[in-house]
């Protein structure tokens, strides 16, 4: 995979990937407000029989967890640690796989019940979406890749070459 070398051309990828993690962060936050305090009747792909609240609760440990291994990759970033944000590096790719899947899901519901509008509205923006999530992942992704290999660069030259083994 080609690896970023800036973030929107002129940014370090560093910054971006600060951006990424301060924007889970913030997301996250408002998502959970969001389930709290709006009535939206939210529903589940699979199990479409679970009570509102349970479903509720669900969503607030998905965003609760987001908020987590946003936290992990923001510290991460800054202490240049590579175990700290291997997390959200492996969870982001399979996010926006199931991003797509709830697009496409959300948007043939709406055609089926024949709210095109709303369908329409609802592919494109959440296709857009989902393109900006990519494109943060890759220059994350990008990042990560960077401080691996400092990372494995320090560690073989912390190896004593000649050090009997045990």
């Known amino acids: 995979m080609t690896l970023l070398k800036t973030y929107y051309c002129c940014f370090s990828l560093r910054t971006g990937s600060i951006n990424a993690a301060i924007l889970g962060i913030i997301l996250g936050i408002l998502g959970i407000v969001l389930v709290f305090t709006a009535n939206i009747d939210f529903k589940t792909i699979v199990i479409d029989w679970l009570p509102k609240w349970i479903v509720n609760i669900i969503i607030v440990i998905n965003f609760a967890m987001t908020i987590l291994i946003s936290m992990l990759l923001l510290i991460g970033i800054i202490k240049r640690n590579v175990y700290l944000m291997m997390p959200w590096v492996i969870l982001g790719i399979m996010l926006a796989i199931g ?4 697009v496409i899901y959300t948007s043939v519901n709406f055609y089926i019940e024949g709210e095109s509008l709303a369908g329409t509205l609802m592919l494109v923006l959440g296709l857009l979406s989902i393109v900006k999530y990519i494109y943060m992942w890759m220059v994350t992704y990008s990042f990560f890749q960077i401080v691996k290999e400092e990372y494995d660069r320090r560690a ?10 045990y």
């Open 156 to 165: 073989a030259y912390e190896r004593a070459p000649f050090r009997r083994q």
């Open 99 to 102: 991003l797509l899947v709830s």
